[in-house]
């Protein structure tokens, strides 16, 4: 255990140092935030009941789907794997720290958002905010398993960038919070129903945490963490 939260701090430090991760859980998306939330709130000024969620959205897509997979590849495409087994490291713990690690920095990048949003464009607060948080939790860790699986099947950082913008802007063009999901064409509003963001976005709004917005990121997660668990086992016989 003692080895595990070690190992926690340790990629914490690492991600601190990281201007993949600074750049894309902090700098990308908190400028996104004081620009567009100027101009949302100008030009709809109806965006002030939803501006934290989609800015959040936002947040959490880019880090869950840029920055966290290619400090995966760093690691499984490495020598740091075989680091790991010659020191009787499991290869899934790489992975659990990189997780929580991306967690943390996330839900911080977040909190900054909820915070500065009511005081910069007078955003309106969640107004049941502990479902707010447990639904923003649960965001979280479905697009972190998603970014997980980017990481640990693609196998070089050129086709990884291209990858994860193939699942990073239709997360936030067909997710409902640039523009109302109703005003899209009924393909591209189907289509935007794949992806966390929109069910995401729906059940961080007020009232939106119930089982109709939940289950579907209740499955995406298990078969995240099934996909997780198969590419790893893999990783073993290399």
């Not at 030009?43 to 920055?67: D, H, K, W, Y």
């Amino acid at each position: 255990m003692n080895g595990f939260l070690y190992g926690i701090a340790l990629q914490w430090k690492l991600d601190i140092r990281s201007r993949s991760l600074l750049v894309t859980c902090y700098i990308v998306p908190l400028i996104f935030f004081l620009l567009m939330g100027g101009i949302f709130t100008s030009v709809m000024p109806e965006m002030r009941s939803t501006l934290i969620q989609s800015m959040i959205v936002m947040n959490v897509s880019m880090g869950a789907f840029i920055g966290l997979p290619p400090s995966l590849i760093e690691t499984y495409g490495s020598d740091v794997k075989k680091c790991y087994k010659a020191n009787g490291v499991p290869l899934y713990s790489g992975l659990v720290t990189m997780f929580l690690s991306a967690f943390v920095h996330l839900t911080i990048s977040c909190a900054i958002i909820l915070l500065l949003a009511p005081i910069l464009f007078e955003a309106a607060l969640p107004k049941q905010l502990p479902f707010f948080f447990l639904a923003l939790a649960i965001y979280i860790i479905v697009s972190l398993s998603i970014g997980s699986i980017l990481g640990l099947a693609v196998k070089s950082q050129a086709k990884l960038t291209m990858t994860a913008q193939l699942v990073f802007l239709p997360s936030i063009m067909l997710s409902g919070i640039m523009f109302p999901a109703g005003l899209l064409p009924g393909f591209l509003k189907a289509l935007g129903r794949i992806f966390p963001a929109s069910w995401g976005y729906r059940l961080m709004s007020d009232h939106g945490f119930c089982l109709e917005n939940l289950w579907y990121l209740i499955l995406v997660f298990c078969a995240a963490a099934i996909i997780c668990a198969i590419l790893l086992n893999r990783q073993k016989s290399k």
